[in-house]
């Protein structure tokens, strides 16, 4: 069974929409990370939460909002999308800090159109 | 600024034979280092990692990796590649409760 479950696999999105990524870890972990894949960049470090507490913040826009409901969910709201935003977003939780390995979760690749 | 750099974008070896993934860091002081591989559509799932002690790491799948503080390097090795090998690996440097991750490095492998 998949410990981490990112929700939804695929997206595509118009321009100017708001979208939400899902983000579930089951491996009792506390801590939850966001990062982005996409074609032109290597893996960037979005989003750090610690114990449902905002640790770290490396994204500039602020379309990009974390939204931590529960010690296991950490989503992912954008807002104005824009094509830019097209990339693969990964989740993923370690036991408690960056020194505890990271588990990442499958992505959600977006797509915006 | 901490950094990691993989100078190979693409390395390809013949199934059997052996591998070495190079990766070299930028880093105030004994860094944290990690190795990530990455298949096709799915995330990244951690080879092994790199604390301060013994150079030489052990990791999954027959990987191992090795800290040079003179080199400042930690290269990805391998006796013997396997065709399910093919994917891509990160290295990357935990610096101030972040980590970085270098651009990656596609294994192709040969049969």
């Known amino acids: 069974d998949p410990k981490i479950i990112q929700k939804p696999k695929y997206l595509v999105a118009v321009t100017g929409s708001e979208k939400i990524l899902i983000c579930e870890q089951y491996?009792?972990?506390?801590?939850m990370y966001w990062y982005r894949q996409s074609a032109k960049k290597p893996l960037e470090f979005m989003f750090s939460?610690?114990?449902?507490?905002?640790?770290d913040n490396q994204t500039a826009s602020s379309r990009f909002q974390p939204q931590s409901s529960k010690k296991n969910h950490l989503d992912l709201q954008i807002t104005a999308l824009k094509p830019d935003d097209s990339a693969t977003y990964f989740c993923?939780?370690?036991?408690?800090?960056?020194?505890?390995?990271?588990?990442f979760g499958p992505g959600t690749r977006l797509l915006v159109l | 600024a901490q950094s990691v750099t993989q100078p190979d974008a693409r390395v390809t070896v013949s199934e059997g034979a052996s591998l070495q993934l190079r990766c070299k860091y930028s880093?105030?002081?004994?860094?944290?280092l990690f190795w990530y591989v990455q298949y096709p559509r799915q995330g990244l799932q951690l080879l092994l990692k790199y604390y301060p002690g013994d150079p030489v790491v052990q990791g999954v799948n027959g990987f191992e990796a090795e800290f040079s503080k003179s080199n400042s390097s930690f290269h990805l090795r391998k006796a013997s590649v396997h065709w399910s090998d093919w994917a891509v690996y990160f290295c990357a440097v935990d610096s101030n409760n972040r980590i970085f991750f270098g651009d990656g490095t596609q294994l192709v492998v040969k049969p």
């Open positions: 880093y105030f002081g004994t860094p944290y």
């Open positions: 993923a939780s370690s036991q408690r800090g960056w020194q505890d390995t990271q588990y």
């Open positions: 491996l009792g972990h506390n801590a």
């Open positions: 939460y610690s114990y449902q507490k905002l640790m």
